[in-house]
């Protein structure tokens, strides 16, 4: 069965830029770990990454969250270091849920990524609505959200949509 890992937003605005979380640095490990394991078994890897350009505060998003950032680019819009593999597709992504993932043929999808809250849940659903019967898994050990408190109520979410969570905090 072909397995494909998408790898949301791991930008460097993110983890430690403008919008950069201690929750977002914590996972920047476990996201490299099963980005190689991933690799080395030739399974297929994408990546997104949030895409804006120079009129971002004049945008809905921007006025709805005034920080600049993932402007096309800048060093903040680049995948963190060490994550970015040979050969994995890279997705330029406008909005927080990429609308053209019907074009993929996906089977077994695993998302990781940031922020669980926004764009990995945006993407989750999108990807659920596109494939009702495949297997989508969102590993908890490898996203983080705005909040840990976010982060939260966005994997209970997308449970409830029938999307697996695995690698999940005990409370």
């Not at 494909?4 to 919008?19: A, E, H, R, T, W």
């Not at 406008?94 to 998302?111: A, L, R, V």
């Amino acid at each position: 069965m072909k397995k494909s890992l998408i790898v949301i937003d791991m930008q460097k605005d993110f983890i430690n830029g403008s919008l950069g979380t201690k929750e977002a640095e914590a996972i920047v490990e476990n996201v490299k770990a099963k980005i190689r394991q991933y690799q080395s078994n030739k399974d297929e890897i994408i990546f997104t990454r949030d895409t804006h350009s120079s009129d971002y505060l004049m945008t809905n998003e921007g006025k709805n969250l005034p920080v600049v950032h993932c402007i096309e680019g800048t060093e903040g819009w680049q995948i963190a270091e060490d994550l970015y593999v040979e050969g994995a597709e890279l997705i330029n992504k406008p909005s927080f849920g990429y609308t053209d993932w019907k074009k993929y043929n996906f089977e077994k999808i695993e998302i990781v990524g940031l922020c669980t809250d926004i764009c990995v849940v945006s993407n989750a659903l999108i990807l659920k609505a596109l494939y009702p019967e495949n297997e989508i898994t969102v590993d908890a050990s490898c996203c983080a959200g705005v909040t840990p408190e976010s982060h939260r109520a966005a994997l209970l979410t997308m449970k409830m949509c029938q999307i697996k969570i695995t690698g999940e905090v005990a409370e």
